[in-house]
């Protein structure tokens, strides 16, 4: 195997990690009732009863608010499909793994702002931005790599109607026939 398969493999196997976990995190977004009343079943803690007492009323008497939680789990499915475009050019998309790593950072801010405004105490906002924090991790991984695979081909993927790099022997020639 060359240099370049192998580091496409490896690639491959830290997408698929990311990609799962993002599915997963979205699937355990739609029964949150029923998963607040197991996890309550197992733990006797206070916030978690009060997010499962409120979750229960909600889904009594106002069962649309929870709707918002079905578009949360859509959000984390659809992100997940983004990152297939790594997988199949992972130089020409990293900007995919460059978005994601943007909104990882912008976890932490939600949480210290919204958390606050909606009660939510601070452990609870320090778990959430552990999410941002971990899920950065193998992003970081991934652009390494992929800028590794990128120097390996001699520079960033040109597709069709690309603009060629200054300073490249393209825009060199381009100048001198303008």
Known sequence: MTERSVLLRRIRVWLTLFIVCLVL???TAFPLVSELHWANSLISHEWLRRVGDGLERADADYPFLLYGTDW???AHLVIAVFFYGVHRDPVRNIWIVE???IACAG???LALICGPI???PFGWSVIDMS???FGVIPLL???RMIKRLEALAGG???GPGAEPRPGSAASAGAAVTS
């Open 72 to 74: 949360l789990a859509f």
């Open 107 to 109: 976890i932490i801010p």
């Open 131 to 133: 999410f941002g924090v």
């Open 141 to 143: 991984v991934l652009r």
């Open 156 to 158: 960033p993927a040109a």
């Open 99 to 101: 978005a994601g790593m």
């Open 118 to 120: 909606r009660g939510i």
């Open 25 to 27: 995190s979205g699937l």
